[in-house]
């Protein structure tokens, strides 16, 4: 009993202490910009804003910090909770270290509902490029649903399915840019598909934050299921859990969570990937650590590689997309090497 109560105590203090570095990180990410502006000026503005403090702040260090830089650091760090939920749910539900977010062909599907929109002019002005992101992404998915249940519904036919549907989309989003874009129209969408907060606002926090957290609560709530499916469905359903009612509702939940990140900021790689690994070789495999700690993580990697892009090269935003590669390929490969990838 004295053991599970330490146990739980650790958990709660891990936990804790990452939601402390993870609120340090959002008042630095707003603090850092080409104009600096002091973290007591951002807790200021916030206060202002959130309580009605009624605290003396420079109009325009309040506007920078509150319209434009703390919209994006609650972005980026919802899209990086998600996207490591996502990537922790899929490598237990498929049995697979490399599966991640991107694996059911949403990220690829989302490149050619935005370029459909951008470039060819879907939708007749009516959708914008983060809705046609959204349909993009959401039409990749039903087609990899819909190969892998004709291939015969195991995780192997998912996989299969949905490298083939990834590489169907991004032929097409190739094809579209090759044969229609403008130099600078190309130039614009491969930003955008390295990832970009830049355009990020408050309507953006509202979508992405709540499906952050939505999907966490979701993928806790099934936390002891998603131990037993690490031992296999057959496993899984001899202990009792629901094994095609859990799947299909943690793959619905892994895959609208990306969609709707992919939608706003387009493709960030590696977090979904590296995050949960990084996180197991930390605490283990038990999921009632791992997922909570693992969307905490994600934020903060996630808000930490945007600050990175922003003042890595002086006067100039680097898309997000590249950070995270430069540092997501070495930490994975670190990783890899120490032999703690899920079998």
Known sequence: MASLSSATGLRISAICFALMLLCGALAVAASVGETAIPVQTVMDTIANHVWHAGRDVDPIDAGIVWNY?????VVAASCGAALALSGVV?????????????????????????VSVAILGLGAGMLGLSLGAFIGSVLAFAFVTLLSLQAGRGTGAIILAGIAGAQLFNAMTAFIVTKSASAEEARGIMFWLLGNLSGVRWPDVWLALPMALIGLVVCLWHARALDAFT???????SLGVPVRRVYILLIGVSALMTAVMVSIVGSIGFVGLVIP???????????GMLLPLSGLIGALFLVGADVLSRVIIPGQVL?????????????????????RVLR
């Open 231 to 237: 031992f296999g469905q057959e496993s899984a359903a």
């Open 90 to 114: 899929l490598q237990a539900l498929l049995r697979n270290a490399l599966a991640d977010p991107y694996l059911l062909g949403i990220s690829a599907g989302a490149s050619t509902g935005a």
């Open 69 to 73: 830089r703390l919209s994006r650091a």
């Open 277 to 287: 690994h990084a996180v197991r070789f930390f605490v283990g495999t038990r999921h």
């Open 319 to 339: 898309p997000i997309g590249v950070i995270t590669a430069l540092i997501g390929a070495p930490a994975f490969a670190l990783i890899l090497c120490h032999g």
